[in-house]
């Protein structure tokens, strides 16, 4: 796998009234070109905080990123001036796919006018053009570069499978339904060519009728395309869906990634295996995870899934485990499968 980005041993901080959120602890993956991982895991165990940090756009002054690097085409993302990533990588060689659509779209202009502002600045055309040495504010756009753009947005609208392109520019963001307003904010994804797309849930907010439909097309077009996606979610079936790997966190803690086949058909951490026991089963029965994910401003030393954790022993209470195995990796000193016979 040729590696697109690395998150290495990255650990973040919010500040908060009731004291310090232990977000991320030293959080490692990575991402191949044209890959689509999912970084899975449940409600508060850090997903969104990852997606914010690879995007540059952790909230400024509640979070604080104590140590890591996150390696993308030559840069380190944590140490590169903002000015710099919000010239040449967030919104052209890094985008976004949000979880709401409609907070992503101004509900005063009309798409067409959100589409050709994107592509003035953010275009591949943009980037061939190089800086201006006008003012960012009063920077000019060329009536020959708006009119390749605009054919390039109707053909992109005609991707994402928007009936009627040319009158879908017309509208504003809430003539449109849920659907197409995530189809729209998709295509603003691919418009600009990215190497990478981050998508943070991005099929929560829809009708579950959509999501499907969302899914199917974000995933063609991401793979037509080569382009790389990492796609956050709490839902283990979205992942069987479209992910080529799977990476799990529990807690703030990457716990196992592993190709999308060899993960469902051997879980290795104790907490994965888990979470897949707790899938609804055809027959209606779902197996709870005994115990409670723990608060992140006093979380657990070690393994932050040990006071859970059948298997558990003094160890895992004290030091983080490190990763193990090849290209199924798991950090657990106690792997199932492994011939230790501690567990299997
Ligand atoms: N601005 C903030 N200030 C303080 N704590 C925060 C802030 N943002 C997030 N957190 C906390 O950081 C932890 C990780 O949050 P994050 O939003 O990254 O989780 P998530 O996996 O995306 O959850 P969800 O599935 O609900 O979106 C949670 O405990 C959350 O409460
Ligand atoms: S065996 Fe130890 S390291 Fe592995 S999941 Fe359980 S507590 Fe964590
Ligand atoms: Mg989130």
Redesign the pocket.
């Known amino acids: 796998m040729t590696e697109l980005l690395a998150v290495r041993d990255l650990i973040v901080n919010?500040?908060?009234e009731r004291g310090i959120?232990r977000?991320l602890d030293g959080v490692s993956l990575a991402i191949g070109k044209g890959e689509v991982v999912g970084l899975v895991?449940?409600?508060?165990?850090?997903?969104?905080?990852?997606a914010r940090a690879i995007l540059g756009v952790l909230?400024v002054p509640?979070?604080e990123v104590r140590a890591g690097a996150i390696a993308f085409g030559g840069d380190n993302l944590l140490t590169l001036a903002s000015a710099e990533i919000a010239r040449r990588i967030r919104g052209r060689r890094i985008t976004f796919i949000p979880q709401d659509p409609y907070g992503s779209l101004n509900p005063l202009f009309t798409i067409g006018q959100q589409m050709l502002d994107l592509m003035h600045w953010k275009s591949p055309r943009a980037a061939a053009a190089g800086r201006s040495a006008w003012p960012a504010v009063l920077s000019r756009y060329p009536s020959a570069r708006r009119a390749q753009d605009r054919a390039a947005i109707l053909d992109m609208l005609g991707a994402v499978q928007i009936p009627n392109p040319e009158q879908a520019l017309a509208k504003l963001p809430h003539e449109l339904s849920g659907g197409q307003r995530q189809r729209i904010v998709i295509a603003m994804a691919l418009l600009p060519q990215p190497e990478l797309i981050i998508a943070?849930?991005p099929t929560t907010a829809l009708d579950v009728t959509i999501q499907a439909q969302i899914l199917r097309l974000l995933h063609r077009e991401v793979k037509r395309r080569q382009v790389s996606m990492l796609f956050?979610t709490?839902d283990l079936g979205t992942a069987w869906e479209i992910c080529d790997r799977v990476v799990v966190?529990y807690a703030?803690q990457d716990v196992e990634a592993a190709p999308t086949p060899a993960f469902f058909a051997a879980p290795r951490h104790p907490y994965t295996s888990k979470l897949l026991e707790s899938l609804p089963r055809t027959d209606g029965v779902a197996q709870d995870i005994p115990g409670e994910i723990p608060s992140?401003i006093a979380p657990p030393q070690g393994c932050r899934f040990h006071p859970r954790c059948y298997f558990a022993t003094t160890e895992c209470t004290i030091t983080r485990p490190p990763v193990s195995g090849g290209a199924h990796v798991v950090r657990c000193y106690h792997p199932l499968g492994a011939s230790t016979g501690v567990a299997a």
């Open positions: 919010y500040h908060s959120v977000a895991g449940e409600s508060g165990c850090g997903k969104s905080t990852l909230p509640a979070s943070d849930e956050t709490h966190m703030g992140l």
